[in-house]
């Protein structure tokens, strides 16, 4: 797919679960990263090859990819978890990120 | 530990040519992986601009391959980004990084992007 849709926010409180998606046609079919970015930084890695954590990353992030929707989850919710999140794929040999979700924990 | 660093000009006059380069610490080049420039106009997403492999082979956006450019010097450890005929809407944080490359049918170096350059803010103005 040549486009990845994200909601543009999702909310959740402490200690809750968050769950943050990225759709696009046949998603399933290929390999998914997810980034985070904190205002004024750049971004990290968080998950690459739909479900692997890169070290250093905490067990709290994991990831799906099934069908046409990729999941970023986020168990038991911090505040320092508060961030923009970004979906990035592949289409016909070039990078394409999603619009970007931002993650507000309050 | 593998560390990227943008630098160039901060400023560049519209029509003019915007010249970057990522200088890559503690890693060489030559090992593998590919190596990409991104960016990110101000309060917006990320678009992805181009990739490079240490051969030289690139792979460009596109959207802006007719004025992007993108070279590699691993005796210095260094990839460079030109982007020609900039407007207002080049305006952007350039980020550099280590990254994977996938085709239709293969991913080369599956790690993702990382990891990223601090980035620099790039303004094209008069």
């Known amino acids: 797919s040549s486009e990845l849709t994200q909601p543009p926010s999702v909310s959740v409180s402490p200690g809750q679960t968050a769950r943050i998606t990225c759709s696009g046609d046949t998603l399933g079919d290929q390999y998914i990263s997810w980034y985070q970015q904190r205002p004024g930084q750049s971004p990290v890695l968080v998950i690459y090859?739909?479900?692997k954590r890169p070290s250093g990353i905490p067990e709290r992030f994991s990831g799906s990819n099934s069908g046409d929707t990729a999941t970023l989850t986020i168990s038991e919710t911090q505040r320092v978890d508060e961030a923009d999140y970004f979906c990035?794929?592949?289409?016909?040999?070039?990078?394409?990120f999603g619009g970007g979700t931002y993650l507000t924990v309050l | 530990q593998l560390q990227l660093q943008e630098s160039g000009p901060r400023l560049v006059k519209p029509s003019e040519t915007l010249s970057l380069t990522c200088t890559v610490s503690?890693?060489?080049?030559?090992?593998?992986?590919?190596w990409g420039w991104i960016r990110q106009a101000p309060g917006k997403g990320l678009q992805w601009i181009g990739t490079i492999y240490h051969s030289g082979t690139t792979y460009y956006n596109p959207s802006l391959d007719s004025r992007v450019s993108i070279t590699v010097d691993t005796s210095k450890r260094q990839f460079f980004l030109k982007l020609s005929s900039v407007t207002a809407a080049d305006t952007a944080i350039y980020y550099c990084?280590?990254?994977?490359?996938?085709?239709?049918?293969?991913?080369?170096?599956?790690?993702?992007?990382?990891?990223w350059g601090q980035g620099t803010l790039v303004t094209v103005s008069s």
């Open positions: 503690d890693y060489s080049i030559s090992s593998g992986h590919f």
């Open positions: 090859r739909d479900t």
């Open positions: 990035q794929g592949w289409d016909s040999g070039s990078a394409v």
């Open positions: 990084a280590r990254m994977e490359y996938c085709t239709s049918t293969n991913c080369y170096w599956p790690i993702g992007i990382d990891p």
